[in-house]
């Protein structure tokens, strides 16, 4: 039989409703929340689907993937809006199609979202609860979310094997992905090189069924989508494999992170911090933020985040700092030391990092380290690394000699050893001076050692914005 618009279309439904509709009293309303005693009236009732071509195809909604109906859709011809009648029903939060909905420019994109919400789930599980009674349309509707179920248990064990090989490759420091050929249409030949993450996927996808489905699919879908001329069958179609679900990936493990290192830090109750900075392979300054703190396994020390340098002022450190506490939900009053390098910004009395943070939470305790002039002397044994306050010795080129010569009369070094290493950075204020050169001419000339070789690193191994400020400050003063 063949339907008009507004007609109750009895295929589709597959019973009558011409009872329901007479019963339907003046005070009861089938389109709102009904009482928990009137819902054998209610769902006997729905669902209420009319055979319609406007305002939109029924075919298309009411009926999902694989030509199942949505019983839960129902459709209110005297308001003209479709309602979900299981939400309506059992959900405790509001949505659109509890209040009805009317916007058909969307209507099926919204209906297929509303499908998995997890309120509409949860609404569609109290109604398989409530219902005892075993009918058709009741087998019907647990069919539909038995076969959900089933999809997202797929699903959720795709992306176990994911989420694996994300954290096999974070802990290895290699690459997540490579130059090229991540297309889903090159993943078919095992010859390209398409990146560590995507390699290791097709790796286990060998001996893995559901990776070997899942990529098979994608492949396939992939191939065709590109037969069709639908795009070039590339990054769009990798389904749980893409860079997006990569980075979705990382982000949420970062995420765990950070609170399970605040939750103990919070525990520690007292903290102090480790901040400095270096370049990156772009030459951008990158500040590295490291908390410390004690707590029942001894100490602590964990690198919270690193951080892009806007500004290498105090002032931008000490707020950037103070941002990363409220970020992670911890007190700048409980951070009661902090350790830096001795350059001005860091260390300044006015405007240095150090001053600005006190500010906030006095009575902080501060140390700075000159990395300029840390060396190590190899060749002599037992190793011993020798370090120094700079704030108390000073930092010129007498003070390293001076150290250098304290190291070697300390009587910890064995004097067998005849050869001296030193390793150093360029720093000519402290390192590569005549003050340091004549004390190797001494050394070797007085018979302590034979020879002496002074290693230096690449220049600009070290340099940051802090280093380049401290230079300038040392030329105008
Ligand atoms: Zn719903």
């Known amino acids: 039989m063949k339907l008009k618009n507004g007609q109750i279309n009895n295929d589709i439904i597959g019973r009558d409703f011409g009872s329901a509709l007479t019963n339907m009293s003046s005070d009861f309303s089938y389109f709102k929340k009904p009482k928990s005693l009137a819902l054998g009236e209610f769902f006997d009732f729905h669902p209420h689907q009319l055979h319609l071509t406007h305002p939109f195809k029924s075919s298309k909604v009411f ?92 699903n959720r064990n795709i992306l176990q094997r994911v989420i694996d090989v994300i954290k096999l490759i974070g802990k290895r420091g290699l690459s997540y992905r490579g130059h090229r050929n991540e297309g889903a249409d090159s993943l078919n030949d095992s010859t390209l090189d398409h990146g560590n993450f995507l390699d290791i996927l097709l790796l286990l996808k060998k001996y893995d069924v ?106 931008s450190f000490s707020d950037m700092f103070q941002g990363v506490l409220a970020d992670n939900g911890l007190d700048v009053m409980k951070c009661i030391g902090n350790a830096t390098d001795g350059a001005a910004n860091m260390q300044g009395q006015f405007n240095g990092f150090s001053a600005w943070l006190e500010k906030s939470t006095p009575n902080q305790m501060e140390l700075s380290v000159c990395p300029h002039m840390s060396f190590a002397l190899i060749d002599l044994s037992p190793f011993m690394l020798f370090l120094f306050l700079s704030l108390q010795s000073g930092r010129g080129g007498n003070q390293i000699a001076l150290c250098l010569m304290q190291a070697i009369n300390s009587g910890h070094l064995s004097f067998y050893k005849r050869h001296l290493t030193v390793w150093s950075d360029n720093c000519a204020g402290q390192l590569k001076n005549r003050m340091l050169l004549f004390l190797c001419i001494w050394l070797v000339a007085n018979g302590t050692f034979d020879t002496i070789e002074h290693t230096f690193f690449i220049s600009g191994y070290s340099y940051s914005a802090s280093d380049r400020d401290f230079a300038t400050i040392e030329k105008r003063a």
Do not use: P
């Not at 003209?80 to 659109?96: D, G």
């Not at 480790?274 to 392979?281: E, G, K, Y």
């Open 210 to 315: 559901v990776l070997s489905e899942h990529i098979d699919s994608i492949t396939k879908n992939a191939s065709v989508n590109h037969k069709k001329g639908k795009g070039k069958g590339g990054g769009a179609s990798l389904i749980f494999i893409s860079k997006t679900t990569v980075n979705m990936v990382i982000d949420s493990i970062s995420y765990l992170m950070k609170k399970s290192i605040s939750d103990e830090i919070r525990d520690a109750v007292m903290f102090s911090v480790q901040l400095d900075t270096t370049q990156d392979i772009s030459v951008q300054d990158q500040c590295s933020i490291i908390l410390r703190y004690v707590n029942y396994k001894g100490i602590q020390e964990r690198l919270l985040a690193v951080i892009t340098v806007q500004q290498s002022t105090g002032k």
């Open 63 to 154: 009926l999902g993937k694989n030509n199942i109906q949505r019983r839960w859709l129902t459709y209110d011809e005297h308001s003209e809006k479709l309602f979900c009648s299981v939400c309506l029903a059992f959900s405790s939060e509001r949505n659109i199609f509890i209040d009805g909905f009317n916007t058909w420019s969307h209507v099926y994109q919204r209906v297929q979202e509303h499908e998995i919400i997890k309120s509409h789930n949860l609404s569609s599980e109290a109604f398989l609860n409530y219902s005892s009674k075993k009918t058709i349309d009741y087998r019907l509707f647990s069919e539909h979310l038995h076969k959900k179920k089933i999809e997202v248990t797929k």
